[in-house]
C-alpha cells in the first residue's frame, strides 16, 4: 500500500509540475510526454529549470520580497497565543437568514451590520492606541538609537530590551537572514558558470533534435487543469446557440433573399450609367431647342467638376406658351450654389423656430402673471375672513395688485 501511494504521489507531483510551467508560458513537447516516473528527462527538466529562472527572475523577486529582522513591526515578531477563532460558514448563515420572515430577515441584517460597525469602530480605537503608543517610545528614547538612520528606538527594540529571552529568537531569524545573503552572494558570484553550462546544453538539445527522427507529434501536450463542468456548459451554450439560430431562421433566410435581390455585377452598372448619360444628352438637347442650356454630351459628364443641377421654375409653363418674361429659366448650379440654397433654407427654419420659440415664452409668461393675480387674490380674501392673519405685502406685490 505504501509502494502504491508513493508512485500516486509522484504521478500528481509530476502533473503539478508540467502544469505549472505550462502556467508560466513553457509550452515544451517534450516536458509534456515525459513519463511521470521520472525514469528520463533529466535535461528537459534542467532547461525548463534554467528557463524558469531566467524567464521569471527568480533571485530577484526573492531579493525585493525579503526584509531585515531588525526593521520588521513587532506583531509579526511576537507571536501572541490567542484562540483560534472558528471559521464563519458564510452560507449556512445566508441561506438562515433567507428562511426567515422578512420582518425578521431585516432585523438580523441590522443586527449584524451594527456588530461590524462596532468591530470596525474598536479595530480603529486599537489602531489609534497602537499609534499613541508607538510615539511615546519614540519621544522617550529620543536620543538612543541603535540604528544609524534613527534617533530613538524602535517598538521591536524595546520589546527585546524588556524581555532578553527573546534575544535567541531574533539571533535565530537573523542567522536565517545571514544565511539567505550568503547564498545569494555565492549565486551572483558563480551565475555565469551556470549559464555557460545552461548554453552548452542547450546547444546539445538543439543539435539532436534536428538529427531525430519525427516520431513525436508536432502537436503541443497540455496539461491545464481543465473546470469539472466545462463539459455541461458546452452543451448548454451549444444548445442555446442552436435555438437562438432557429429561432431566427426565418429572417436569416430573408437576409440572404434581400442580399441576392439587391446584388448587382459591373456590367449592370455600367449599362445603368450609359443610360442615364443618354437621358441627360436628351435633355440638353431639348433645353437647347427651347433657346436654353448648352451642349452635353457623355465626355463632358466624366469631365466636369462638382455635381451639375438644373432648376426648373415651372414645370407646368413649358408646355404652354410664355413671354420672355414668364419663360422657365434652366440654370446650372455648382456645389457652392446648392451649398447656398440649402443654408438659406436652414437659416429660415432656424428663425421661424426661434419666433416660435419667443411667442411661447411670451404665452407662459402672461400665464404666469395671471396665475400671480390668482393666488394674491385668494390670499387677500383670507386676510380678510380671517382676523387672526396678519400679512405685511412688499411693495412688488402692491404694485402688481394695483396693475
Not at 502556467?23 to 517534450?30: A, E, V
Not at 526573492?62 to 513591526?73: K, T, V, Y
Not at 444628352?281 to 427651347?290: I, S, Y
Request: proline share 4%.
Amino acid at each position: 500500500m505504501d509502494g502504491e501511494s508513493n508512485i500516486v504521489k509522484d504521478k500528481n507531483e509530476v502533473l503539478y509540475v508540467k502544469t505549472e510551467l505550462q502556467k508560466f508560458g513553457y509550452l515544451s513537447c517534450r516536458l509534456s510526454v515525459l513519463p511521470a516516473d521520472m525514469s528520463s528527462g533529466s535535461r528537459e527538466l534542467l532547461l525548463a529549470l534554467g528557463w524558469l529562472l531566467h524567464q521569471q527572475k527568480v533571485f530577484d523577486k526573492i531579493m525585493s520580497r525579503r526584509s531585515d529582522p531588525l526593521h520588521q513591526p513587532l506583531r509579526n515578531f511576537v507571536k501572541l497565543n490567542v484562540a483560534s477563532l472558528e471559521p464563519l460558514n458564510t452560507n449556512a448563515l445566508v441561506d438562515a437568514i433567507f428562511k426567515l420572515p422578512p420582518r425578521d430577515a431585516i432585523q438580523q441584517q441590522l443586527m449584524l451590520c451594527n456588530k461590524l460597525h462596532l468591530a470596525c469602530r474598536r479595530l480603529h480605537s486599537f489602531s489609534q492606541e497602537l499609534r499613541c503608543l508607538t510615539h511615546k517610545i519614540h519621544q522617550y528614547t529620543q536620543g538612543v538609537s541603535l540604528q544609524t538612520e534613527l534617533n530613538h528606538l524602535t517598538p521591536l527594540e524595546v520589546y527585546l530590551l524588556r524581555h532578553p529571552e527573546s534575544l535567541k529568537q531574533m539571533m535565530f531569524e537573523l542567522e536565517k537572514d545571514n544565511l539567505e545573503l550568503e547564498n545569494l552572494v555565492s549565486w551572483k558570484a558563480t551565475e555565469h558558470v551556470f549559464w555557460e553550462w545552461m548554453h552548452s546544453v542547450l546547444n546539445l538539445h538543439i543539435q539532436e533534435s534536428a538529427t531525430i527522427d519525427k516520431k513525436i507529434s508536432r502537436t503541443e501536450e497540455v496539461h491545464l487543469p481543465l473546470p469539472t463542468n466545462i463539459a455541461k456548459e458546452i452543451v448548454s451554450i451549444r444548445s442555446s446557440v442552436r435555438e437562438f439560430i432557429l429561432h431566427h431562421e426565418s429572417e436569416i433566410e430573408r437576409l440572404d433573399q434581400l442580399l441576392l435581390d439587391k446584388k448587382i455585377t459591373p456590367s449592370e452598372i455600367h449599362v445603368l450609367a450609359t443610360q442615364v448619360d443618354s437621358e441627360l444628352t436628351q435633355l440638353a438637347g431639348r433645353l437647347r431647342h427651347c433657346g436654353r442650356g448648352w451642349d452635353f454630351t457623355s465626355d463632358d459628364m466624366s469631365s466636369r467638376d462638382g455635381t451639375v443641377t438644373f432648376i426648373e421654375s415651372s414645370s407646368a409653363a413649358l408646355s404652354n406658351g410664355f413671354s420672355k418674361k414668364s419663360r422657365p429659366k434652366f440654370t446650372p448650379q455648382s456645389e457652392k450654389g446648392i451649398k447656398a440654397v440649402k443654408l438659406e433654407s436652414l437659416q429660415q427654419e432656424v428663425t421661424k423656430e426661434i419666433q416660435l420659440l419667443e411667442q411661447r415664452i411670451k404665452h407662459l409668461e402672461t400665464q404666469l402673471k395671471q396665475l400671480q393675480l390668482d393666488n394674491l387674490a385668494k390670499l387677500q380674501t383670507c386676510l380678510v375672513t380671517d382676523p387672526n392673519i396678519i400679512c405685511i405685502q412688499p411693495r412688488g406685490l402692491k404694485q402688481l395688485l394695483n396693475k
